[in-house]
């Protein structure tokens, strides 16, 4: 990128006027590869990956990792190119109209495999397992810092999903705010619960258990269905079957059983659709808060099989061509 | 796409139970070339485009064009692939806890040019110019309809940017509904208005013309700029100078101001990022509306550049690694 003009290059957060909408502007960003798209190939090159074993010196000094026998299963790293920075210091900003902060957080990725080429679905589940109690560990560590207030784990799998290296990895930023789109969940999920004293996902899988036509896969702990409302063609979601407000509040037993449906959903969308490039999340509870009668924790999986066009952008909404009653029934049918 | 289960082709129109979101269910889409991506070119095969002079047979039949000399420069045709048709009942249902309502509306193409390489920007000025007057007549003549109660005006350039021809065509949908985007701006606004009893709109302008270092293009009529909280990079806003809520009420003078404002803004873009593809969709007052002190309508622009990965999903944020004010410096020192 060439585009250096001597603006500040520390991250911050800025609000919209007009709307309550945060963007983090960080710079550092633009210094990674592919930070604007030209292709959408990644870079596949083995010999130079910053995540493979003998490359560590590529990436900041490790914050945690997994290591049996001399040799490290998963490793967590500071983001080499952060959009947030614990050191930061927390300064809240007006310029005229406007609204800034200092990016504070923490930005770190979770390098999934020591192997190259091996897809996150693909590790045997007691790797999965281990991947998802470093992330609440980190949850819960990350939680310690007061000025942090929500923690935000994703994966974009493939570069049309947002990846910039296809080695197998995922990432957790820590915000001083809590994002929209989970304060959107919290206060729906709140005045249904305020109405009827009872939360909103619990009546949801009750309904899709009973109905079935959207449901992908039932286990003693787990859901995997295709919401109602999918937003984009075989759209998933995965919920603790029983009431959990908080994924770091989880029993080993409960992660491996979370691990379990997760690898299942993958496997068979990998299988369902080729590969496809995918973004996965979580929603859980805000940092600190005490458990919630009315918030599920669940994760979402988008595959990447339509792009973002002006109506969603213009709208907030989305058009769906494949309604979420065939994408399930494809995936029941799907042996993985 | 072979997904047909015997679920209803009909579009409809889905409410998520936990938040206030819409999702066009629109299974005809399905049907379309390039529904799901599978790679990132669009077919630029000229004797086979349905948007080409010679091919008007492939369209359904037209809505309105411009004729010159037996010539047409624009044409409006009904979407050969649907998400919303107005032959449907409007019927809104509850099934447990889940809302339908029937995919009442119109989706309409705009052919901006008969030319099939030349795209909006390089168009003659006033031909820009009469393609808005036409999306003004689309929009005055939907609003007759009450159960419409929104226009979406969008264009999708570019396949990265959800395009699915590559001659230069818009959008227009008409929707039983005001979108959450847009209902958010409208109340952001109106609570501005309450507080100081000035458009806020107006107050950017104010700023952002005695500031200028975001500031990209000054006319008499109209002001581009790029956005303090800019999600993407280059983003860019068009917003008449004057106070206007509506698009549609704008008188011909100004539309071709406009119309120039967006041609260099589009001008620029193209020259500094060499041919980014890009999504632009106006945001304008809710059809029937009477003027509005609060509201100040205006075109958005966002280049395709980075892509919407699993933290713009999870938190409804963006991470924007270009500074608008870096954006708007290059683009003021790009001569177009």
């Not at 206060?187 to 009827?196: I, M, T």
Request: a negative charge; aromatic letters at 8%.
């Amino acid at each position: 990128m060439a585009f250096c003009y001597g603006a500040p290059r520390m991250p911050e957060l800025r609000r919209d006027p007009v709307v309550d909408r945060w963007v983090i502007i960080a710079p550092e960003r633009a210094d990674r590869p592919n930070a604007l798209i030209r292709d959408f190939q990644l870079p596949d090159d083995e010999d130079g990956c910053p995540f493979c074993p003998g490359n560590e010196f590529l990436t900041p000094p490790e914050i945690a990792a997994l290591r049996e026998q001399g040799r490290w299963t998963w490793r967590i790293v500071p983001n080499r190119y952060p959009a947030l920075r614990t050191e930061e210091r927390m300064s809240r900003k007006g310029i005229g109209l406007y609204d800034r902060v200092a990016g504070v957080g923490a930005h770190e990725v979770i390098i999934e495999t020591d192997s190259h080429k091996q897809p996150l679905h693909e590790l045997p589940l007691p790797r999965i397992s281990s991947v998802l109690r470093a992330v609440q560990d980190r949850i819960l560590d990350l939680s310690r810092d007061v000025r942090l207030r929500s923690i935000v784990f994703f994966k974009n799998s493939g570069a049309i999903a947002g990846g910039s290296l296809s080695h197998a990895h995922s990432q957790l930023l820590a915000l001083p705010i809590v994002p929209l789109e989970l304060q959107r969940e919290l206060e729906g999920a709140r005045r249904h619960f305020e109405a009827r004293e009872r939360c909103i996902y619990c009546d949801v899988l009750d309904q899709e258990i009973g109905d079935r036509s959207r449901l992908v896969l039932e286990t003693d702990l787990c859901v995997v269905l295709a919401p109602y409302a999918a937003r984009t063609p075989f759209e998933l979601l995965v919920l603790p079957r029983e009431h959990r407000s908080a994924f770091e509040r989880s029993s080993a037993e409960e992660l491996s059983a979370l691990a379990s449906a997760l690898r299942t959903a993958l496997r068979k969308l990998d299988l369902a659709l080729d590969r496809p490039a995918y973004n996965l999340y979580l929603h859980t509870l805000p940092l600190r808060e005490p458990p919630s009668d009315s918030f599920h924790f669940h994760l979402e999986i988008k595959p990447v099989l339509t792009l973002q066009g002006g109506f969603e952008w213009s709208t907030g909404y989305s058009v769906n061509p494949t309604p979420p009653e065939e994408a399930a029934a494809f995936l029941r049918q799907t042996e993985a």
